[in-house]
Nanobody, 120 residues
Framework: QVQLVESGGGLVQAGGSLRLSCAASGRTFSPYRMGWFRQAPGKEREFIATITWSYGSAYYADSVKGRFTISRDKATNTVYLQMNRLNAEDTAVYYC?????????????WGQGTQVTVSA
């Protein structure tokens, strides 16, 4: 079984930066892809960014492109989300997720989430 644990959330002023981490554990952790999502109060969960585990190919939602960077460290089974130029609209609970294949659209494993609050 794979477990994902996010960390790094908190309160930051608008214009500031945060780096989220997602540590994965599991005997045979070798996903095809990792992703970051977020959910703001009263809104549906939103895709933020994704990266392929083997090659590190990244893709971003338009809302964060140019401000957020996803990366992964295969040696420590950790995926990161560097968030710069944060604004109030970025306030949400951020989740990391892993999927074993791109045959299906859904992710197989999810973390518990970490709160990011951006003050004006």
């Amino acid at each position: 079984q794979v477990q994902l644990v996010e960390s790094g959330g908190g309160l930051v002023q608008a214009g500031g930066s945060l780096r989220l981490s997602c540590a994965a554990s599991g005997r045979t952790f070798s996903p095809y892809r990792m992703g970051w999502f977020r959910q703001a109060p009263g809104k549906e969960r939103e895709f933020i960014a994704t990266i392929t585990w083997s090659y590190g190919s990244a893709y971003y939602a338009d809302s964060v492109k140019g401000r957020f960077t996803i990366s992964r460290d295969k040696a420590t089974n950790t995926v990161y989300l560097q968030m710069n130029r944060l604004n109030a609209e970025d306030t949400a609970v951020y989740y990391c997720a892993a999927k074993n294949t791109d045959v299906t659209t859904s992710y197989d494993y999810w973390g518990q989430g970490t709160q990011v609050t951006v003050s004006a």
